[in-house]
């Protein structure tokens, strides 16, 4: 059989194919409220990574789910980076995946089961890595490839992490290095090589098993992840819900080595302006910095990396457990400070 090109029919790719920030915050402003049980500890209200439901004194429930269209050709492959992207938002709440449902809609007339299949057998290899089985699922016909999990998890009520919990005067922490979603826009022009896909490869297929970890310590306030809002966005995220702001030094942020001659040639995806549109109003950006950095900040990390904030005390310690468990471009790349009244700009750079 003919290898198949999955990026062919898609529009987009991976969490670059999300609904623009300003967009998004349209449509959900019109989205009627629901009921808020006291056991539901983590809903909507302030864009988190997972809903979670107390169980009981010791146990509460993790629940996401997370799906896109393909961002790599391979199907093995892109069914490898969904579910690592997906069980990413139950590590980032602290908690620990327990079992997977498969989110699957395929064009049926244009891909042979064997394509479809190493997709699945991509996903339940992450899942095979992470612990936990697929224990069922829900298919559909459609027009382009999606692939995705529901993950449910569990967590001790008070080691959930919220992104709303960050303290002023907390260091950031983030722990993947950025330029994913400028890689995937190499790729679609043909201009990725294999030691470059093979980078990708490796950060996007990069279980953020340490969130579990990272609950348990001392001084850790606040966590997510960085996904297709890009660095900037999911920041934002967090000074809202925590009613503070950030201070980032662009010299700071840790990038993927064969994204960075990519970005300054200006090869980016779609979204990164759709991003940035959607919430550039609320970041102060220095005159002296390059456009390729700003495209760096708002491109979409697939299966980005935790963004923490914890006490100044705290931060050697959470560097210690990133690079423990093999995130070695963990980097501190800046802190959190009181938010001005009445003041728009949420996230400030640094050159």
Known sequence: MEPIALTRFSHGGGCGCKIAPGLLAEILARAPQGLVPPELLVGTETSDDAAVYRLN????????????TPIVDDPFDFGRIAATNALSDIYAMGGTPIMALALVGMPIDKLP?????RVLEGGAS??????IPIAGGHSIDVLEPIYGLVGLGLVHPDRVRRNSAAEA???????KPLGVGILSAALKKGLLDAAGYAEMLRHTTQLNRVGTALAGLDGLHAMTDVTGFGLAGHLLEICRGSGLAAEV?????PLIESALPFAQQGIVTGAS????????GQIAWPAAAADWQRALVSDPQTSGG???TCSPDAAPAVLD?????????AAAIGALRPAVAGAAVGVSFKA
């Open 306 to 308: 935790l963004l923490v």
């Open 113 to 117: 089961p064997e394509v479809i299949g």
């Open 169 to 175: 005067g907390d260091v950031l922490v983030l722990g």
């Open 321 to 329: 457990a990133f690079r423990k468990a093999g995130f070695a471009q």
């Open 57 to 68: 004194d010791t146990q509460a429930l993790v629940a996401t789910t997370d799906f896109f």
């Open 126 to 131: 992450i899942c095979r890595e992470a612990g």
């Open 273 to 280: 302006g759709r991003n940035w549109a959607g919430y550039g």
């Open 249 to 253: 030094s662009l010299g700071a942020l």
